[in-house]
C-alpha cells in the first residue's frame, strides 16, 4: 500500500471509529473499519504518558458525539424538555446512524429528524389513546422546530414592501375573481392535534411547560416580520384558504376547495373570503398580489 | 513581507449571536471581529443583517471550520463559491480555516481531525491549499489545530509540517496560541521550541483562548478565560512576529460582552517583557472528559422575541 492509499484508508477508518454510538472498540471491530484497516490501536496511533492509543481515539469519539447531541438541543429545546434528556439523545444517536452530516454546515444535521420520528414512531393503531397523543405530540413539536429554525434563517422580507389590506379592498369585483396571492417565503402552515407552538414558545422563553398538554386541533401560522419569529392562530377558513394559496391555487380556486362547513351563502361568502384576505394581508402573508393580467402591488 | 502584507487589526473578538443584540446598541470599542464561515454563508435571516451591519463599522475576518483542506475527498468548489461570494459581499482583510480534515466519504464529523504529519500527506495538502488559493483569488490563512491522537505514519514535527506547507503553498498561519500550549501537553513536546520554529513572516493572526485541564489530557474547550502558560506563550509569539492582529475565541459558556473584552485587553500586558515558565499544572479538580467538548461548536441559534 502507498502512503496515499494508507492516508486515505487511515482517516476513512478514524471516521469509522469515532462515529461508532458505542465506543472506539466497538467502532473498530466493525466490517466497515477493518475494510480500511486491520490492526491494533497501538499500531495505528501513538499512545502517549498518560493515556493509550484507544483511550486518546475515544476523546473525538466522545466529542463527536457530545457535539452534534449539543446541537440538536439547541435546535430542538422543546423536544428535548418534553422528552427528557435520555430519550431525547437516544433518538438523536439512533438518527445519527442513517443520517450522518453530509453538509459543511450545522444547519442542515437535523434537517430529517422530524421525518425520521415520524418514520420510526410505534404503530398508533396498537397503541392506546395516551400513546397516540404522545406520539402526534413529538412529530408536531418535531416538525415546527425544524420550520421554526429554517424560516429564522431562510429569506423573508424585510427589505420588501409587502401589500396590505388596502390592496385587497382597491380590488374591483372582477378583478377579485382572478385574484392570486403569491405567499410569503417565511410563511408555513400548520394544522396539528395539540397547541404544540404554545409549548415551543414556554420552553424558548425559558419556561418550564408540564407534560401532554390536552388535545386541542389548532391552526396555526409561522412567519417571520422584521426579523422576529412569530406565531399567528388562524381560523380554519383563514387556514384552508392560505393552504389553497401555498399550493399555487388562485383565490376562485382556493373558495371552491373550501369545505362545505365553511361555505356560506355565496354573496356572505365572499365577503368573509375578501375581510379574511385583508386581515392576512396585513400580517404580511404575501409578497404579491397578482389580479388578472396585471402583476404587482396593485 | 510580514503578515503576507496583510494589516495588524489590533485586538479582536470572535462574533457570537449571543452579542448581536449588545453590538447593535453599544457598537463596543473592539478593534475587528472575526466570523465562523459557515454561520453566514447560507444566512438570509437575522445572522446575515447582523453582519451586514457590523461589516460597515468593523473590519471582518472570515473563519471557516469546514473547508477540509486535509481530506482525501475532493475540494468542494461549491461550498468554496460560496465563501467567496460572502467574501465579495463584506470585503474581509482575510479567509482562513484549519490544518485538520472534518470527514471523508462524504461525512462531515463537524470536527477538526488532526492530519498525518509526513511528506505525502503534505504534498498533498500543499497542492490542494493552491488550488483554494487559485479558486479564492487570495492567500488562505491555516491555523494550526489542537490535537488529541498523532499517528504512527507521523514522520515530522507539527511545527516542520506548518513551515514546509507555509512556504511551499504559499499561504499564511494563523497561530492559535492556545493550541500549542494544548498539543504540546497531549504530545509532551516543547512549545516554546514549536512558537520559535515557525516561518514568523507568515504568521497573520493569532488566536487565544481558554481549556479544560483533564489531568491526562488537556481539551481545547473555548469555555475559560486564558491561563497564564498561554499568555506567556503569547508573549513570545508576539515578539517573535513583530505583532500581529490577536483574536480571543470563547464558544462556550459564553459571558457578557464587556467580560470578554476586559480578558481579550489582558493581551496589553504579554506584548513585550521577558517570557516567563510555561507549566501545565491543573488548577482546578479533574475535570470529566465527557462534559468537555473541543470547540468550535457552531450554530446560530433562535432566540424567542
Known amino acids: 500500500m502507498n502512503e496515499n492509499d494508507y492516508y486515505k484508508k487511515l482517516t476513512a477508518w478514524m471516521v469509522a471509529v ?40 475515544s476523546i473525538y469519539q466522545r466529542a463527536y ?75 408536531e413539536l418535531a416538525m415546527l422546530e425544524r420550520a421554526y429554525m429554517e424560516v429564522y434563517d431562510g429569506p423573508g422580507h424585510e427589505k420588501d414592501t409587502l401589500p396590505n389590506a388596502d390592496h385587497i379592498l382597491r380590488l374591483g369585483p372582477d378583478l377579485f375573481g382572478n385574484l392570486k396571492l403569491i405567499p410569503a417565503h417565511c410563511l408555513r402552515l400548520f394544522a396539528f392535534q395539540q397547541p404544540v407552538h404554545e409549548y415551543l414558545m414556554a420552553v424558548r422563553k ?19 416580520q422584521h426579523y422576529k419569529m412569530r406565531f399567528l392562530k388562524l381560523s380554519q377558513l383563514d387556514y384552508n384558504l392560505l393552504h389553497s394559496i401555498c399550493a399555487g391555487h388562485s383565490i376562485p380556486e382556493a373558495i371552491v376547495q373550501l369545505p362545505d362547513e365553511l361555505k356560506g351563502p355565496p354573496e356572505a361568502s365572499l365577503i368573509a373570503i375578501r375581510s379574511s384576505l385583508c386581515t392576512l394581508a396585513d400580517e404580511g402573508f404575501f409578497q404579491e398580489v397578482i389580479a388578472g393580467n396585471c402583476s404587482g402591488n396593485n | 513581507m510580514p503578515r503576507l502584507g496583510l494589516p495588524h487589526l489590533g485586538l479582536g473578538l470572535g462574533l457570537r449571536n449571543v452579542h448581536f443584540d449588545y453590538i447593535l446598541k453599544q457598537w463596543p470599542s473592539v478593534d475587528w471581529f472575526e466570523i465562523i464561515t459557515e454561520n453566514f454563508i447560507d444566512s438570509k ?96 490563512i491555516l491555523e494550526n489545530p489542537s490535537s488529541y491522537v498523532s499517528f504512527t505514519a507521523d514522520t515530522m514535527n507539527e ?22 500550549f494544548v498539543s504540546a501537553f497531549n504530545h509532551n513536546f516543547d512549545p516554546l521550541q514549536y512558537i520559535r520554529s515557525l516561518p514568523h513572516d507568515r504568521i497573520v493572526q493569532f488566536h487565544i483562548a481558554g481549556h479544560s485541564h483533564c489531568d491526562t489530557h488537556i481539551v481545547d474547550t473555548h469555555d475559560h478565560s486564558v491561563d497564564m502558560g498561554v499568555w506567556e506563550l503569547y508573549r513570545l509569539a508576539y515578539q517573535l512576529t513583530g505583532g500581529v492582529s490577536t483574536l480571543l475565541e470563547w464558544d462556550a459558556k459564553i459571558p457578557a460582552f464587556p467580560v470578554l473584552l476586559e480578558e481579550l485587553h489582558k493581551a496589553k500586558n504579554f506584548m513585550s ?10 488548577k482546578k479538580a479533574k475535570e470529566q472528559a465527557t462534559e468537555t467538548i473541543p470547540h468550535p461548536l457552531h450554530l446560530s441559534i433562535p432566540e424567542m422575541e
Open chain 2, 159 to 180: 511545527w516542520d509540517f506548518l513551515r514546509f506547507m507555509a512556504i511551499e503553498a504559499n499561504c499564511g498561519l494563523l497561530l492559535d496560541v492556545n493550541n500549542v
Open chain 1, 18 to 57: 469515532i462515529t461508532h454510538p458505542k465506543g472506539v472498540y466497538s467502532g473498530a471491530n466493525t466490517q466497515v473499519a477493518k475494510h480500511f484497516l486491520e490492526g491494533s490501536f497501538k499500531e495505528i496511533i501513538n499512545p502517549s504518558d498518560k493515556l493509550s492509543s484507544e483511550e486518546r481515539l
Open chain 1, 65 to 139: 458525539y457530545a457535539r452534534l447531541l449539543e446541537c440538536f438541543s439547541a435546535e430542538y429545546p422543546a423536544l428535548k424538555h418534553f422528552l427528557g434528556t435520555d430519550l431525547f439523545n437516544a433518538f438523536v444517536v439512533d438518527y445519527l446512524q442513517y443520517h450522518p452530516s453530509r453538509s459543511y454546515t450545522l444547519h442542515q444535521l437535523g434537517a430529517q429528524f422530524p421525518a425520521y420520528l415520524a418514520r420510526t414512531q410505534p404503530n398508533q393503531e396498537t397503541s392506546g389513546a395516551t400513546a397516540v397523543d404522545w406520539i402526534c405530540f413529538i412529530l
Open chain 2, 273 to 282: 517583557g521577558a517570557v516567563g515558565s510555561i507549566t501545565f499544572h491543573n
Open chain 2, 45 to 140: 435571516g437575522w445572522p446575515r443583517q447582523v453582519l451586514d451591519l457590523i461589516a460597515q463599522r468593523y473590519p471582518i475576518v472570515m473563519h471557516g471550520v469546514s473547508l477540509s483542506i486535509g481530506s482525501t475527498d475532493p475540494l468542494n468548489f461549491a461550498y468554496l463559491a460560496k465563501v467567496k461570494k460572502l467574501a465579495s459581499e463584506i470585503q474581509p482583510k482575510w479567509i482562513s480555516d484549519h490544518l485538520c480534515w472534518t470527514g471523508v466519504l462524504g461525512i462531515n464529523t463537524h470536527d477538526l481531525l488532526p492530519v498525518s504529519l509526513n511528506e505525502t500527506v503534505l504534498k498533498h495538502i500543499v497542492k490542494r491549499i493552491k488550488e483554494v488559493q487559485d479558486f479564492l483569488e487570495r492567500p488562505l
Open chain 1, 206 to 224: 425559558g419556561l418550564a411547560p408540564g407534560q401532554l398538554p390536552a388535545p386541542q386541533p389548532t391552526f396555526i401560522a409561522l412567519t417571520r
